[in-house]
């Protein structure tokens, strides 16, 4: 027996899988092939952990069938996407199954009169869009790694990224649910409407739920117009307190919400900028923001653009790029995109967050993100979306630094970091998740009696406890 | 010093559609930018000016009306003044006849030091309007200018060309004409500023009777080229799975391989290489 109860997976077990999905669908006892099922993006492997085997079901019946069989054997099941998250998410922390949904990866439905899509949770999300580009239409859920990550990912994790200060995230479009009970039972929740009071909003309980109430089988959202025209904007500003105190004049003075404000550091642009060959104008820029506008027409975007630009210039900024057409705007995003990635390929030992924070505040945030780094005696590169308060701190490994001591020290920096942020009335995470990542953590944000009504929850929908053990509550 | 730059409006690539019975591009304002090609060539004319303030760029351009997108982009970027050649008599040139226009024009402005272009247009792809240019004004003319130095009196000019196996470095009396490669220096972003000069800019434009051309030197009449058919090329992909995973089934898909291998023509049978070989070493 392992730990809280659960069943060691034995043969048996695999074939009876075998005969739900088929012999080519259960992978049992194959380190090999099991590995890569072990771990998400989350770049510290310390959060990896095996499972016995993976499952990948074609269709909610099979999820169904597959449910009911681990609920009565008692086997944890961990539903997972792309693999792409950063909170070890999808990684099977207790062992059992993973469910992988890679095959239920149909769009089934374009409504174009109720403006909505119907898709399965294997859809890599940007398919979505590509299959809605001739509709004009597009799910306005943005999440960075869009070209690889999973909508059930997104749906499950709430997904946030680079268009949330104008669009929302991906709660915002989710309107209807199928989903799988730990038990096997089936439940349709919502549908394809705009207002739905009927009962408890179980959708967007849902939503966000990390894969530990129910195993998503089918998402409905709705859909937006595609914009007209759009621009970008790179503006430089001597560092973060200038930048991101343009932030809130932009929308107070132009009044103008942009459709993405980011925030870069030096640090962030410069290890992007050089992973790319790129040679944006960062010249002695200590922070520089990429604002995004839409508009109907050229004169449109020029206007939004040009008042925008006018705020920042008045809010000190260095100078300001403008990028209006898509060759150029795409050489501005691939920075901001890139940076996750530059950083990792540079720094491979490094730990990805995501604090929240109001957004008056980030200045005070990044002020004292500096000297908790200059304290601790590492680098913390930040970078994020600075329109929404959700930063992307990301603390390196130093060479010097052995790996006993990485662990130990990275524990005490990240209860710092999250203090700091908890402390100017922010979260620990705004888009990536809890995860067993963060799950020691979430004591910081939410006091007992919050913990216990969400672990009541929890016990109402997976009384057994199956469901993606060992995530968000602490031990 | 006066530069004079050559731009070309072409449609974005990823939005590039073609009409599938005449098989020309469906050009559409909402997908246009400068040649991307050609933002080399502005940037090298740019990198002058900052070394030289007193230096000022025209930017040329020859389309319909809607060109102007690729002409205030270039003065947002940094030109001084831009002008576009335009008219329905002008449609339909080939690369000859937009030369000869564009000619016309740099001949009316007059006093270029240098007119600098990109190595091609992405759309067309001929690479053949700059070196075309230079023979109309009776110019000498470099292409794929990689580098380029000027000498303190401006009247000479140090250019390294990229080649295909290896450089050249070229000592040059202006005025000339250059084309540039990629290798000059990654294109500078327009700033703010740029963009609000260049919205307010006025354009000049030249029509047939400004350059003294008549109908019959320009547009289709003008061109010698005629596009005959557009072809699109249909891609075609196969693949046959072979299964080896035995000794016996390795051998057959060996066997299979070389065969299908020598069908296509990839390979040759060991007859003629040998054949070959023998032919070779005879001396």
Not at chain 1, 90 to 103: F, N, T, W, Y
Not at chain 2, 143 to 151: I, P
Request: hydrophobic content about 40%.
């Amino acid at each position: 027996m392992k730990a809280q109860g659960f069943a060691l997976m034995e043969g048996a077990d695999a074939a009876a899988l075998e005969a739900i999905v088929g012999k080519r669908n259960v992978i049992f006892h194959d380190e090999e092939r099991l590995e890569p099922f072990s771990h998400d993006e989350t770049a510290e492997r310390s959060y990896a952990s095996m499972p016995e085997a993976v499952v990948r079901p074609a269709s909610t019946a099979e999820v169904s069938k597959v449910m009911a069989y681990a609920s009565s054997r008692r086997i944890p099941v961990t539903p997972r996407g792309a693999g792409s998250g950063l909170s070890g998410g999808c990684v099977p922390a207790m062992g059992g199954i993973v469910l992988s949904l890679d095959r239920m990866n149909a769009i089934l439905d374009i409504d174009l009169e109720n403006l909505m899509v119907v898709a399965q949770p294997g859809v890599v999300t940007n398919s979505i869009n590509e299959a809605l580009k001739k509709h004009g239409l597009w799910f306005a859920g943005y999440p960075m790694s869009l070209e690889t990550c999973f909508l059930g990912g997104n749906v499950a994790e709430n997904a946030g990224g680079g268009k949330a200060v104008k669009y929302g995230v991906t709660s915002r479009y989710v309107t209807g649910l199928e989903v799988v009970l730990a038990s096997g039972e089936v439940l349709r929740l919502g549908g394809k409407l705009r207002k739905d009071v009927t009962g408890y909003d179980l959708v967007h309980l849902l939503v966000g739920s990390e894969g530990t109430l129910a195993v998503i089988t089918e998402i409905t959202l709705s859909l937006m117009p595609v914009p007209r025209r759009k621009a970008v904007l790179l503006a430089s500003f001597a560092g973060a307190a200038e930048a991101i105190g343009a932030v809130p004049r932009i929308i107070r003075e132009a009044r103008i919400v942009p459709t993405s404000v980011e925030y870069m550091d030096r640090a962030s642009i410069l290890a992007s900028c050089g992973y790319l060959n790129e040679s944006i104008p960062y010249g002695e820029a200590g922070a520089m923001l990429l604002l995004e506008v839409e508009g109907e027409g050229n004169d449109e975007v020029f206007a939004n653009y040009s008042a925008i630009g006018g705020v920042c210039e008045a809010a000190g900024a260095q100078s300001v790029y403008v990028a209006d057409n898509r060759t150029t705007m795409e050489r501005i995003w691939n920075v901001r995109r890139n940076i996750a990635e530059a950083l990792k390929v540079r720094s491979p030992r490094q730990s990805l967050e995501d604090v929240v924070v109001p957004t008056a505040a980030i200045p005070a945030f990044m002020e004292g993100l500096l000297s908790l780094a200059a304290e601790e005696g590492v680098q913390i590169p930040c970078y994020g979306h600075a329109g929404d308060g959700n930063l992307h701190a990301t603390v390196i490994k130093p060479g010097q630094w052995s790996e006993e001591e990485w662990a130990r020290r990275l524990h005490h920096i990240l209860e710092r970091l999250y203090r700091l942020s908890n402390s100017l009335g922010g979260r620990i995470s705004g888009e990536h998740g809890i995860g067993n990542k963060r799950r020691d953590f979430i004591g910081i944000n939410l006091d007992p009696a919050t913990i216990a009504l969400m672990k009541g929850i929890k016990a109402v929908f997976d009384p057994q406890a199956i469901l993606n053990p060992g995530k968000i509550f602490p031990e | 010093m006066k530069i004079a730059v050559l731009v070309k409006q072409v449609p974005e690539t990823d939005s590039l559609t073609l009409d599938p019975e005449t098989g020309t591009v469906v050009r559409s304002e909402d997908s246009s930018i400068v040649n991307p090609l050609d933002l080399y060539a502005l940037e090298a004319a740019l990198r002058i000016k900052d070394a030289d303030p007193e230096t000022s760029i025209l930017a040329l351009s020859m389309g319909p009306p809607q060109a102007e997108t690729a002409l205030r982009e270039a003065l947002a970027m940094g030109c001084d003044e831009a002008v576009l050649v335009t008219g329905r008599e002008f449609g339909g040139s080939d690369t000859w006849a937009t030369s000869r226009a564009l000619s016309a024009a740099l001949s009316k402005l007059g006093g270029f030091d240098l007119i600098l272009c990109g190595e091609k247009a992405t759309d067309g792809d001929t690479g053949q309007v700059g070196p075309e240019v230079a023979a109309f004004l009776d110019l000498p003319v470099l292409t794929y200018v990689g580098s380029l130095s000027l000498s303190s009196s401006r009247k000479e000019a140090q250019a390294q060309r990229i080649v295909e196996d290896g450089s050249q470095v070229l000592r040059c009396r202006l005025p000339m004409v250059m084309s540039f490669c990629k290798a000059i220096g990654e294109p500078r972003l327009p700033l703010l500023s740029g963009k609000r000069r260049a919205k307010a800019a006025q354009l000049r434009s030249f029509g047939l009777a400004d350059l003294g051309l008549t109908a019959e030197e320009t547009g289709a009449k003008g061109s010698p080229t005629k596009v005959v058919k557009v072809d699109r090329p249909r891609l075609s992909r196969e693949a046959t799975f072979m299964d080896a995973r035995t000794e016996e089934g390795m051998d057959k898909a060996c066997d299979a391989l070389i065969a299908l291998m020598l069908e296509k023509g990839l390979i040759v049978p060991s007859a003629a290489v040998a054949g070959a070989t023998a032919a070779r070493t005879q001396p």
